[in-house]
């Protein structure tokens, strides 16, 4: 692990997040990306940070670690279109600039968190788990019958726990988080299966699955444009 992190002194608890991680120090970025998939979270990493709004127009995450010092672009100059672009997607800034003048521009162009190099990573870990929060404030969630636990990734029904797979918690997670909103296929497609070629069949297949196990009704398809939970 680069000697900027900190190595964490203990194990921290389970995140399910699904993370943007925009940082040009190779060696930093594959070490963040293994240590946070170890506790849980999906971490994406662009090489080229030019790509940032190809993949924000097509991706939906939970969370964003950006770099202000890259090679192609300033990260403030990222938060700055991004937050022009409308999107709302939590901003983690994580730098080694550590003027009280970069923190100001920074949160002025809508950073929501700003940690400093060198940083113990189980504080990363920690400001992760808050910006999680603060977007997610109500964890538990009851649909009807159905109790879904986020941070246990657990889903309960009539009290009995039931089994799901690993893209069917990640589309039920996702819908939940956003219920009563219509999402498309596109935008479930990039959170549950990222870049890979998958078609909007698949989604079906998965909604079908999730149908079976949850209240009639809760689940609702929007001909040409995508589904909602109610």
Excluded at 41 to 46: K, P
Excluded at 82 to 87: F, K, M, P, Q, T
Aim: aromatic content about 8%; proline content about 2%; glycine content about 6%.
């Amino acid at each position: 692990m680069s000697d900027i992190v900190q190595p964490a002194s203990r194990m921290l608890y389970y995140i399910h997040m699904k993370v943007l991680l925009i940082e040009d120090d190779k060696i930093l970025r594959e070490s963040l990306k293994a240590y946070l998939e170890s506790k849980g979270i999906s971490a994406e990493c662009l090489l080229d940070e030019m790509e940032y709004e190809s993949c924000l127009s097509i991706n939906t995450y939970d969370a964003m670690i950006l770099d202000l010092m890259l090679r192609f672009v300033r990260g403030e100059d990222i938060l700055k279109r991004i937050r022009a672009r409308g999107l709302t997607t939590p901003v983690l800034v994580l730098t080694a600039k550590n003027s009280i003048n970069d923190k100001e521009t920074c949160f002025s162009l809508g950073a929501d968190d700003y940690l400093t190099k060198p940083f113990d990573i189980r504080e990363l870990l920690i400001r992760l788990r808050a910006l999680s929060n603060k977007v997610h404030v109500q964890r538990v969630v009851k649909i009807g019958g159905a109790t879904v636990d986020l941070d246990g990734e657990v889903l309960y029904v009539n009290g009995r726990e039931v089994s799901l797979s690993k893209r069917a918690w990640s589309l039920l997670s996702y819908l939940v988080k956003h219920r009563g909103q219509v999402v498309s296929p596109d935008t479930i497609i990039g959170y549950v299966w990222g870049d890979k070629a998958i078609g909007d069949e698949a989604v079906r297949t998965y909604v079908k699955i999730l149908r079976k196990v949850l209240p009639k009704d809760v689940l609702t398809t929007y001909k040409g444009r995508g589904y909602k939970l109610d």
